[in-house]
């Protein structure tokens, strides 16, 4: 056997494990988890953007989710918008702070404005890792999908690839990921 082998994954026994904090399971009590990798899904022309957009600006700013669910974790967010030019966008959030009362200016809200990313492609996560690593989000979006990746979405060993990219994102760097998508 070499000693590639032999190699053993971590393992502590379940109760050395860290006791949970109830004060941190929220990040927006109770729409999303403090550390949650999830998706936003509806029919196209839903309001999904939206909603991303609403939990973006809840989040950086610290104020109610649609106006009504507590953000319990508050901090910086990151957004990439691959469907919408930036002028929209920041159109569409500063709606949102107006509605709310806040400066855009204020808000820890950064937007990505590459181009393209591709999360089925090794240097843009890597890329992504560097950017979430040196912006320290609580919050990554990604809106939407589609738009993120080549792959065939009904071949769910495809997908998972991708999916495994952004849990292992989300365990690195402890932030909630939000996957906006049709």
Known sequence: ??????????????????????????????????????????LPKSCKSWLGLDVAVSVASGTPCLDT????DPGNVLLY????AAPLVKARLLGLCRHRGLALQGLPLGVITALRLRLDLQP??????????????????????????????????EVAAILGYLRALQRTYNLAVIIVHL
Do not use: C, Y
Request: aromatic share 4%.
């Open 81 to 84: 918008m691959a469907e919408d």
């Open 1 to 42: 056997m070499s000693p590639r082998d032999q190699e053993t994954l971590p393992v502590v026994r379940a109760a050395d494990l860290d006791e949970p904090d109830p004060a941190r399971r929220w990040l927006i009590e109770p729409l999303w988890m403090q550390g949650g990798v999830g998706t936003i899904g509806g």
């Open 69 to 72: 669910f507590p953000v319990r």
């Open 124 to 157: 843009d996560q890597r890329r992504l890792a560097e950017t979430v690593r040196q912006e320290k989000p609580r919050l990554l979006v990604l809106d939407p999908f589609v738009r993120l990746h080549q792959v065939n979405e009904n071949q769910a060993g």
